[in-house]
């Protein structure tokens, strides 16, 4: 009988260990303790995790991608080629563009997430970089923000034919000035891998100027429903009669302004459109919007890092939001995601979207802020090393979890424990 009592108590210890073993693997730990290598998309409805600006930093583009719990490697290596999308992982990840200037890493930071995003949709998750300011300056050859040692890794880019091409286009009186400013025969392969048929802008074409998971816009600079041509120079918009640049009210005109741009990016512009605006020398240049100082790449009415949204701003953020609501999930315009045919994200489809996420104004102190109780998240930490924000070699990133919560994660002190 006590040999009886033994065996059933010990069935009964081991089966409690087991479910306890079960629900660990199912019930993620908090936020704030998990270390950068642990895998928080594990569990079955994995967030939206917002990156902010990269900004040529290679190190600091991995250690955010590390804190994010996506990449295979598991180590401190800070080499492009050594890290890949982890086996199985379902995250979807959004970097909201600016991976480039300042620092001198912009062709491995590039090419990393164009890779990496590959490799996230064969795994059935997503990595979507989208196009900010720095991308399109760089597009209309405006070069002045490139770091001394970034321009050797585009060398090759002048030798091909595209690139040749490319720069023969060019003025006589451009070269001159980038002679001047970059030194003779240091600044053409970059200026060709930008160009028309250049190896970046094409990558770059694949872009979408923003994207929504869920009840999510994730948008670099941040938008605004309506952008005039000022008048004159006086600076005065909106006049009766005057037609906008820009007009959305609705996730389609979204995406038609994106596929615009994309189409210029790709020098594929379809019958009809005519642009107008910053062209750098190399034939067509960009919609005419894109350079508007409230356009998506350019807006600081809600990223200034001493400067709220007013609350006009936030009304009118709160109503363009409900009109864009009715959308499908996934990139404007298309992405690197969008192979399932639709677009989508696979449950990020239409709904109510309640916050926007923006990056381009690096934020006081370095920390992730929001604004318009809620509605605007500001995620531009200065994670580059380009600027003296304090990271001292830290991440720091925006999770949405999938019942609408935002949370801030951020890696440890260099040296210090988990």
């Known amino acids: ?108 930071v590039l090419e990393l997430f164009a890779r990496l995003g590959s490799e996230a949709a064969m795994n059935g998750g997503a990595l979507v970089s989208l196009l900010g300011d720095h991308e399109i300056l760089n597009c209309q050859l405006n070069i002045v923000h490139a770091h001394a040692d970034s321009f050797a890794a585009f060398d090759r880019d002048a030798a091909t034919p595209a690139g040749a091409a490319a720069l023969a286009r060019l003025p006589a009186d451009m070269m001159a000035r980038k002679d001047a400013r970059f030194g003779k025969g240091v600044w053409q392969g970059r200026v060709a891998a930008f160009s028309r048929g250049g190896s970046m802008r094409k990558l770059l074409a694949a872009r979408p100027l923003a994207f929504r998971h869920r009840d999510t816009l994730v948008v670099h600079a941040g938008l605004v429903a309506a952008l005039f041509a000022p008048l004159d120079g006086s600076g005065e918009e909106g006049r009766p009669g005057i037609p906008p640049l820009f007009l959305v009210d609705s996730w389609t005109d979204l995406e038609r302004y994106s596929k615009e741009l994309q189409a210029w990016l790709a020098d594929d512009l379809p019958v009809g459109v005519s642009v107008e605006g910053g062209g750098g020398g190399d034939g067509r240049g960009a919609p005419a919007w894109i350079d508007h100082v409230d356009s998506a790449v350019w807006t600081r009415r809600f990223g200034g890092p001493k400067v709220d949204p007013t609350p006009e701003d936030c009304v009118a953020l709160a109503a363009l939001l409900g009109r864009l609501g009715g959308g499908a999930g996934g990139g404007a315009g298309g992405s690197e995601h969008s192979e399932r045919g639709d677009g989508s994200d696979g449950d990020g489809g239409g709904g109510p979207l309640t916050r926007m996420v923006v990056g381009h104004t690096v934020q006081a102190g370095g920390h992730v802020s929001s604004a318009c109780g809620g509605a605007v998240w500001r995620v531009d930490v200065g994670l580059s090393g380009g600027y003296p924000t304090g990271r001292e070699g830290r991440a720091e990133i925006l999770i949405v979890t999938a019942d609408g919560k935002a949370e801030v994660r951020v890696s440890p002190l260099p040296g210090a424990g988990s």
Request: proline letters at 6%; one cysteine or more; glycine letters at 6%.
């Open 1 to 108: 009988m006590k040999r009886l009592l033994i065996i059933v108590l010990g069935a009964q210890i081991l089966a409690a260990l087991f479910l306890l073993t079960s629900v660990a693997d199912v019930v993620p730990p908090s936020a704030a303790k998990i270390p950068a290598n642990d895998h928080p998309s594990d569990f079955l409805t994995p967030p939206l995790i917002v990156i902010g600006d990269l900004h040529g930093d290679l190190a600091a583009a991995l250690r955010a991608l590390r804190l994010a719990g996506v990449l295979e490697d598991g180590k401190s290596s800070d080499t492009e080629a050594a890290v890949h999308w982890r086996s199985g992982c379902k995250s979807v990840v959004v970097q909201v563009g600016d991976q480039i200037d300042r620092m001198p890493a912009d062709r491995e």
